[in-house]
């Protein structure tokens, strides 16, 4: 059993930055593929960001291709999504999720979210 635990998230304006944090505990980090969801008030989940249990890959939808970066620290069982220039449409509540396959096929276990919110 894996625990995922989201934080980082807070309020910021429109041109701003955040670091969000997920932190893994109860399984071998370095084998899951680790991805970040976002739920906006309204809208379905969308995909954000991806990154291999290797950290050699990466993934990132468009929406937030080149402003977004994912990485992980794997000795602090913990994965990280920097988001830079962010936009009100960015504000949603982000979660990160694990999966043993890549590029994943379901997850197996899912973190309870952190808020960001964007004013303008």
């Known amino acids: 059993q894996v625990l995922l635990v989201e934080s980082g998230g807070g309020l910021v304006q429109a041109g701003g930055s955040l670091t969000l944090s997920c932190v893994a505990s109860?399984?071998?980090?370095?084998?899951?593929?680790m991805d970040w969801f976002r739920r906006a008030p309204g809208k379905e989940r969308e995909f954000v960001a991806r990154i291999s249990g290797s950290g050699s890959s990466t993934y990132y939808a468009d929406s937030v291709k080149g402003r977004f970066a994912i990485s992980r620290d794997s000795a602090k069982n913990t994965v990280y999504l920097q988001m830079n220039s962010l936009k009100p449409e960015d504000t949603a509540v982000y979660y990160c999720a694990a999966s043993k396959y890549y590029p994943p096929r379901g997850y197996d276990y899912w973190g309870q979210g952190t808020q960001v919110t964007v004013s303008s």
């Open positions: 109860g399984g071998t980090f370095s084998t899951y593929t």
